[in-house]
């Protein structure tokens, strides 16, 4: 879990940042999800952009990502959602 404060460091790092993945209408698949491992894995930060869906889809959305993932959420505004994952030589130092 990310404490407040981490949250709010993370959500001012990912101010500058632009979305790398765009889910589409079709939602979460296998691929999309690969995509995001990938982006993780390289970026440990990322924006995730909704095409479409109601609040409640993304929100779920945002648990199974983080669920599949062993990802953190860090903030959902909109048709964005904001995830973190620490990799194994980090570049982000949470405070």
Do not use: T, W
């Amino acid at each position: 879990m990310l404490s407040p404060a981490q949250k709010r460091f993370l959500s001012g790092k990912a101010h500058l940042v632009n979305p790398v993945v765009i889910v589409g209408k079709h939602g979460l698949s296998k691929s999309v999800l690969d995509e995001i491992d990938s982006a993780l894995k390289s970026h440990e930060l990322i924006k995730i952009r909704f095409l479409s869906g109601e609040k409640e889809e993304r929100d779920a959305a945002l648990e199974s990502i983080c669920e599949a993932l062993s990802a953190h959420p860090v903030k959902h505004i909109g048709k964005i959602l904001i995830v973190y994952r620490q990799a194994e030589k980090p570049r982000l130092i949470l405070p």
